[in-house]
């Protein structure tokens, strides 16, 4: 039994990772239909940003945090206003995964020069609280703040959506970019502010999976893109608590699959479940309505 | 030349099989879909030619001809892609998009866990057969066929579903079985180019036909210009060439450039290199002109 609920709360951890980069993932999409294929990068990017300044001037976890937000709204933004800003003018989603794909070419070989093309780890005194440790269960610190930041980041991200003024701006682009700029919306600023918390939501998830799960590198962000992938195609990417649960369950079933079926066929029931879905509830769990029209 | 063909000879007959994959991508972008399937498709159909050979090696006989794998590669290729369509076509673009990429990762899936006919992690060795000569051929017959296929009653309805699939249905098409036929075609080129592709590497494992590929083979549509059979084509020749050439000048960081000369071009050129449009927008032009001197 105590294994049983270590393997659910692993699979918790690993499942906020997966769900709060579905989410930054899924609202660029839903925005504006940018399939952004580098937004994993985006993410292994926060996570060397924070490795760079914990290394070189001490920083602690909260101030690197921070820097692997700040890196990854920059990254974001920067690329946004090269790589698909020109391309605005006559949007299709295909010219976007075409530049974005180009980002993505470049940002690797850029991560891959950052790291030395290594597999490197946070010093482990970077974080030591809150440790989760009884006589069966054992939860890391990165695993705990996955735990608590996701949930977080899930309420604040829908709370901002529906409640406030820039979030109505975002939902509106996101029902017609047309209708919006036609009443009065500003793309300009639902840009900037959709890239900006997308992508420093991706850098926030780089940087605590990389704690989680010790593994500073580029396939780290691609691991949870294609993961990210999965959950979107669970959850809807309409739908920032659709993404978020579709990450929680892909992350929950994997490992708990992984426990008891076989390690082998670990990818095998979180696939399962994306065909089940595919086949009866395309739209993903909370469908795509609540996010395309403005109520 | 001899020489030259030592060198550049495999950069070559990749780039060439990259153009099938980037047709197979066309076609799907000509019917108004975006699809990453054909890679999956070719992932399963390269996968069933394989595992032929290596049980035929096996036993000591020969391999079966290589137009029996080219022959069992289009048609596994095909009726993937046939059988996936009934549910794929069904969801809007921007979902369809995400499954076909989803359809890409559950292929790899399947491949590791199907470890007794796929070789799992370890793979599968796969005899080469081809030669330069059967990849340029094939590409050929291929372009022929786009070429004829352009021009037909079919191809004209590609375009209307492409343009506007409303307008289309009003004029008595009937959009989704134009999609399923474009879709299943699709996979029938991607099969044919996965057969080639796995005998080109001569070795088979899940990732050799996953992601990556998908999106180079998409990029090169695009890129080369995804409103002609040409575009492709040239999209993947320069897709490979242009690193090969940067290669001595910028060794490893030709990734980047490379990254940036295709953000580059899709910015200022978004219809991709070759354009009908803008050839035509050419030639009358040069018409107008004709007459303005005739009329002189």
Known sequence: MNLFIQQVLNGLAVGSAYGMFAMSFGL???????????HGTI?????????????????????????????????????????????????????????????????????????????????????????????????????????IIGPISVVALYLVLTR??????????????????????????????????SAGLAGIVGYLSSIAFDNVSVPLGEGLLLKGFAAVVVGGFGDVRGAFLGGIIIGVTEVLGAQYVSGDFRDVITFGLLILFLLFRPEGIFGEIKFGAAR | ?????????????????????????????????LSLAPIAYASGAAYVSARLAYDKVMMGEANYPLVFHLFVGMVV??????????VLLRLGSHYLALATIALVLIARVIALNLDEYTGGTVGIPVPRQITTWHILLILGVVSVMFGVLRKSRFGYSLDAVREQPEVASSLGINVQRVRRYAFTFAGVLGGLAGVLQAQLVQYLVPETLYVELAFISIA??????????????????????????LEPFLGSSKNVVNGILLVIIMVFLQRGLIDPRQFRAWSLKRKSRQTKEVAS
């Open chain 2, 220 to 245: 090169s549509a695009v890129l080369g210009g995804a409103y002609i059979w040409v575009g492709p084509i040239v999209g993947a020749l320069l897709y490979t060439a242009i690193p090969e050439f």
């Open chain 1, 28 to 38: 660029i999409f839903a925005t504006m239909g940018i399939l952004n294929v580098a």
């Open chain 1, 43 to 147: 993410a292994t990017f926060g996570a060397i940003a924070a490795l760079t300044v914990v290394e070189n001037w001490g920083f602690s976890f909260f101030p690197a945090l921070l820097i692997a937000i700040l890196t990854g709204a920059a990254i974001g933004i920067v690329t946004d206003r090269l790589a698909f800003q020109p391309l605005r003018a006559r949007a299709n989603t295909l010219g976007y995964l075409i530049t974005s794909i180009g980002v993505w070419i470049v940002l690797i070989a850029l991560g891959e020069t950052a790291l030395d093309h290594q597999i490197k780890t946070f010093p482990p005194d970077l974080l030591s609280w809150p440790r989760l440790v009884t006589t069966n269960i054992y939860l890391a610190p990165g695993q705990i703040w996955l735990m």
């Open chain 1, 164 to 197: 406030t003024p820039i979030g109505t701006m975002i939902r509106a682009v996101g029902f017609s970019d047309v209708w919006s700029r036609i009443s009065g919306v500003s793309s300009t600023v639902v840009i900037l502010s959709t890239v900006g918390i």
């Open chain 2, 77 to 86: 290729g095909g009726f993937l892609a046939w059988i996936t369509s009934f």
């Open chain 2, 1 to 33: 030349m001899s020489q030259f063909w030592d060198i550049y000879g495999i950069t070559f007959e990749f780039a060439f099989v990259l153009g099938l994959f980037a047709l197979s991508a066309f076609l799907g972008l000509w019917s108004g879909v």
